[in-house]
């Protein structure tokens, strides 16, 4: 029988694959919280992880306050087998090695104050969001 956590991520996920057959989320109890692994077809992963992380970054947002309902600490880890079997996990906290550095105010050419002052507060943002990641709730 799944639990409330388990029956939560399959429901969302399920609503985000094209092979919601296929979804399966494995749930194991340590000395730091509650693990839900969550399977899918390799072709639903990137759908599940979304654009820079953002929709895995949403489901365990949405993990975490349920957490906090039923007094638990959630993590979710991501597996994908490939074709051949292979079991990879995806982390999505960390940006991924290929993308390019972000320039500095002052190395960029044209920059307004306005656009300075935004991309501080989106820089700002941006390490609040990842300390918030860092809770524990």
Not at 27 to 40: A, N, Q
Not at 92 to 106: F, G, K, L, R, S
Not at 109 to 119: A, F, L, M, R
């Given at each position: 029988?799944?639990?409330?956590?388990?029956?939560?991520?399959?429901?969302?996920?399920?609503?985000?694959?094209?092979?919601?057959?296929?979804?399966?989320?494995?749930?194991?109890?340590?000395?730091?919280?509650?693990?839900?692994?969550?399977?899918?077809?390799?072709?639903?992963?990137?759908?599940?992880?979304?654009?820079?992380?953002?929709?895995?970054?949403?489901?365990?947002?949405?993990?975490?306050?349920?957490?906090?309902?039923?007094?638990?600490?959630?993590n979710?880890?991501?597996?994908?087998?490939?074709?051949?079997?292979?079991?990879?996990?995806?982390?999505?906290?960390?940006?991924?090695?290929?993308?390019?550095?972000e320039?500095?105010?002052?190395?960029?050419?044209?920059?307004?104050?306005?656009?300075?002052?935004?991309?501080?507060?989106?820089?700002?943002?941006?390490?609040?969001?990842?300390?918030?990641?860092?809770?524990?709730?």
């Amino acid at each position: 029988m799944a639990t409330i956590d388990q029956q939560f991520v399959e429901y969302i996920v399920k609503t985000l694959v094209n092979n919601p057959d296929k979804v399966v989320v494995d749930r194991k109890i340590d000395e730091k919280g509650v693990l839900l692994s969550l399977t899918v077809d390799p072709e639903d992963v990137g759908r599940v992880i979304g654009k820079r992380g953002v929709t895995a970054q949403s489901i365990r947002m949405l993990l975490r306050a349920l957490g906090t309902k039923q007094d638990a600490r959630y993590n979710l880890k991501i597996v994908n087998t490939d074709g051949e079997g292979e079991r990879q996990t995806h982390n999505t906290h960390e940006a991924p090695a290929e993308e390019p550095a972000e320039e500095t105010a002052e190395e960029a050419v044209g920059e307004t104050p306005e656009d300075s002052e935004t991309s501080e507060l989106a820089e700002k943002t941006r390490a609040e969001l990842a300390d918030l990641d860092d809770l524990d709730i």
